[in-house]
C-alpha cells in the first residue's frame, strides 16, 4: 500500500502542474502565443540540459561496465517495443503527418521526467541510478530517432536540421563528457543542472496549457486514443513482466524494466510539434488521457508487478 500511496502523490504532483497549464489558458493569464515560447524554450534549453546532466553525471565508463546488463535488456526491450510500433502504426495513424506521432507513442514512453520524478519519490536515489542506466539506451534513441519522427515531414526540415538539434547534439555532447569526465568551467554544472530541473514542470505546464486551447470534448472523444494509452500504461509492463518472469530475470533489472514501460504517454508529441508550429491534437489528447489515467494505473502496476 505504501507503494500504491507513493506512485499516486507522485503522479498527482505531476498532474497538478498540467492543471495549473491549463487554468492559464482557460482565464487568459497568460497570452495565447506563450505555447510557442514556452515550446521553443523546452525545445532549445530544459530537455537538452536535461539529455547534458543526465549523460555527463551517469554515462561514465565505470558505470556502462558496471551495468552492462542493464544496458543489454534495455537493448532488447527497445528492439520489441520497436517491432510492436511498425507493426500498429499503419493500423492507428490514417495520415501521414499522424505516422511520427503514433510510432514514438508506441515507442517510447514518458521515461525522463515523468519516470525520473516517480522513480525517485519512491525508491530513492539508488533504484532511481539503476533506472536511469536502463534507460540510458532508450534516452539515446528517443532523442535522436524518435524525435525526428516528430518533426515537419514536408521538405521545411533538411536531415541535418533533424538529426543535428540542440537535443541530439546534447546527446552527443553528454556522452562525450560522461565518458572523459572532461571537467567543465564553473558555473556550467549549476546553470545545466537548473536548466534540467526546470524540464518536468514547465512540459507539465505546456501541457495543460495546449489541452486548454482545444475543447476537452474533443480530446476525450477520440476512441484509439484510450487503446493507445492503454496499451502503453498497461500492455506494455504486463508483457514485459511476464517476459521477465519467464527468462528468470533479475529483480533489480525487471524492475526498472516494468518501471520504465509503465509510464505514460511522452510530452514530446507535444512539445516537438508546437516548436514547429505544427498540429497537436493529436499530442494534446494523448497527453490528457494517458496522465489522467495513469493517476490510477501505475499505482496498481508498481503494488501488483513490482512485488517479489
Known amino acids: 500500500m505504501d507503494v500504491f500511496l507513493s506512485a499516486f502523490q507522485q503522479m498527482l504532483y505531476m498532474f497538478l502542474f498540467m492543471l495549473l497549464g491549463y487554468v492559464l489558458r482557460k482565464k487568459k493569464w497568460i497570452p495565447e502565443n506563450s505555447s510557442s515560447v514556452l515550446s521553443k524554450l523546452e525545445n532549445l534549453i530544459f530537455m537538452p540540459c536535461l539529455v547534458l546532466n543526465t549523460f555527463i553525471t551517469r554515462c561514465t565508463v565505470e558505470n556502462l561496465t558496471e551495468k552492462m546488463s542493464f544496458l543489454l535488456y534495455s537493448l532488447l526491450s527497445l528492439a ?38 516517480v522513480v525517485e519519490g519512491i525508491f530513492g536515489n539508488d533504484i532511481l541510478f539503476d533506472y536511469l542506466m536502463f534507460t540510458l539506451p532508450i534516452n539515446l534513441f528517443l532523442n535522436s530517432i524518435g524525435i525526428s519522427w516528430l518533426m515537419p515531414d514536408n521538405g521545411e526540415l533538411s536531415w541535418r536540421q533533424k538529426w543535428f538539434g540542440p537535443i541530439n547534439l546534447a546527446s552527443l555532447l553528454g556522452v562525450l563528457l560522461g565518458i572523459t569526465q572532461l571537467p567543465l568551467p564553473a558555473p556550467l554544472p549549476a546553470v545545466i543542472a537548473s536548466g534540467s530541473a526546470c524540464m518536468a514542470p514547465v512540459a507539465m505546464i505546456l501541457t495543460g496549457f495546449i489541452i486548454g486551447g482545444y475543447p476537452l470534448r474533443s ?49 514530446n508529441t507535444i512539445v516537438i510539434p508546437a516548436a514547429y508550429d505544427s498540429d497537436t491534437t493529436i499530442g494534446a489528447s494523448m497527453a490528457l488521457i494517458s496522465n489522467f489515467l495513469a493517476l490510477i494505473t501505475i499505482p496498481v502496476v508498481f503494488f501488483v508487478l513490482l512485488q517479489d
Open 80 to 117: 520489441i517495443a520497436l517491432g510492436l510500433s511498425l507493426l500498429l502504426t499503419p493500423v492507428f495513424a490514417t495520415k501521414k503527418e499522424e505516422r511520427g506521432i503514433y510510432r514514438y507513442s508506441f515507442v517510447v514512453a514518458n521515461i525522463a521526467f515523468m519516470g525520473n520524478a
Open 219 to 267: 480530446l476525450l472523444s477520440a476512441g484509439k486514443i484510450y487503446v493507445v494509452a492503454l496499451y502503453r500504461l498497461l500492455f506494455m509492463p504486463v508483457l514485459f513482466a511476464l517476459l521477465a518472469r519467464l527468462i528468470r530475470l533479475a529483480p533489480d533489472v525487471r524492475h526498472v524494466l516494468i518501471c520504465a514501460y509503465a509510464m505514460p504517454l511522452g510530452l
